[in-house]
């Protein structure tokens, strides 16, 4: 099969076939990444970029048709890009992506079980805590692993709005 440049008109076919094989990798990566769980992905270390690069890489010949050619990967990109839109302006999908806020810790009490699920452990709720000024994580009253993969904790009676980076 030769390349099908700018010039070049492909079947139809082709390019709906790349909008079809874009979108089912965009859900399927997109599951992945929330099987995966929250926290390994909101704090967006280096691995993850290595990560996200390779799935990108790896999925990069899965999205268009080889007959395809350019207006494949226009269409690919196409999809992508509205995709992403709609999972942005979607409240359904976004909060299905971002999922509902966990109460790691209340009134005294760790909930190990939703720790160990969401893979937060004692010292990253005690480096919440320094960022917060206090000494150990005890001295919250209820502590929170938000949508995003952050972790906040009310102090007191009243709620700080700072956020771990």
Known sequence: MEYVG?????PLRFV????????????AVLLGLKIVGRRVF?????QDLVILVLIAEAASSGLNHQGAGYWGSAASVITILLLGW????????R?????RPVFLYERGTL?????????V?????????REYGL???????????????????????????????
């Open 111 to 119: 909930d190990r079980t939703l720790m160990e699920k969401h893979m």
């Open 121 to 129: 452990d004692e010292t990253d709720l005690d480096s919440a805590a």
């Open 6 to 10: 700018i010039l070049d008109v492909p």
């Open 95 to 99: 909060q299905f992506i971002e999922g």
């Open 16 to 27: 709906l076939l790349s909008v079809v094989q874009t979108f089912t990798l965009f859900v």
């Open 42 to 46: 909101g704090e967006k270390g280096p």
């Open 135 to 165: 000494a150990s994580y005890h001295d919250f009253t209820t502590i929170v692993l938000e949508g995003d993969g952050a972790v906040t904790g009310v102090v007191g009676t009243h709620a700080s709005t700072r956020r771990k980076k």
């Open 86 to 93: 709609l999972s942005e302006k979607t409240k359904v999908i």
